[in-house]
């Protein structure tokens, strides 16, 4: 099983709303990863865990908190987001963490979030 | 800072003509490069991995090759059929950073 599993696949929120996104993999990767596409741009980094642990923050806005409850699941909190936040937010994994060789990433399907 | 160029951002190709899309880097302390397949609105499909100690790597149709010295890789795609109407990423990962192309944006005309 080589799935990344996101939902929701749609989100519409308004600019005070509280949301969030989930994904899961159940490939034991090490390292779980937070991406935002805007269209026709390759994807931008936000987040990597790597062991559960918050490895990088690539200077992202409050108004989006990653969370990694357990080694299988990564959710991203979102609250107060603006209509620039509008974008496809991609999930990703790779066996080992970030720092080392990471291998493989595999990416889920998205979620496409519209900001009100 | 890594800087990965993709060359052209779109082109077309008749049915049964092998694809050749271009991948070209900086920097060449990298540990890998991939390229993924990206369909409107979906995720990226992982297509094949090339570690930086590999030259090559195979999967049906589909073979990329990898330059470390000249910083290229270039991805195959033979007897290209409309199915494979997609926006083709490469990426490579060295130096705590996964850098992207911009894609090369694909129509496979019938």
């Not at chain 1, 990597?48 to 991203?76: A, G, Q, T």
């Not at chain 2, 880097?25 to 990206?38: E, H, M, P, V």
């Not at chain 2, 890789?73 to 997609?86: E, K």
Request: aromatic share 8%; proline share 6%; charged share 20%.
């Amino acid at each position: 099983d080589t799935e990344v599993t996101q939902t929701p696949k749609h989100l519409v929120m308004g600019m005070t709303n509280k949301k969030s996104l989930k994904c899961e993999q159940h490939m034991g990767h090490r390292a779980m990863y937070w991406y935002k596409q805007k269209a026709k741009k390759p994807p931008e980094l936000m987040f990597v865990y790597s062991y559960e642990k918050l490895s990088i923050n690539e200077s992202v806005p409050s108004r989006f908190s990653p969370e990694c409850p357990n080694s299988s699941l990564l959710n991203l909190h979102l609250h107060a987001l603006q209509p620039e936040d509008s974008a496809l937010y991609l999930c990703a994994s790779s066996q080992a963490p970030w720092g080392s060789n990471t291998g493989e990433l595999f990416f889920g399907e998205g979620s496409r979030l519209t900001v009100l | 800072k890594q800087e990965v160029t993709q060359i052209p951002a779109a082109l077309s190709v008749p049915e049964g003509e092998n694809l050749v899309l271009n991948c070209s880097f900086t920097d060449s302390a990298i540990y890998n490069l991939q390229w993924f397949r990206q369909d409107p609105g979906k995720g990226l499909t992982s297509l094949l991995l090339i570690q930086s100690s590999q030259r090559e790597q195979t999967s049906g149709r589909l073979n990329a090759s990898l330059d470390k010295s000249s910083g290229r890789s270039t991805l195959y795609i033979a007897a290209s059929q409309p199915g494979d109407s997609a926006t083709y990423l490469c990426a490579t990962y060295g130096n705590n950073r996964l850098a992207f192309g911009k894609g090369n944006q694909v129509v496979v005309i019938p």
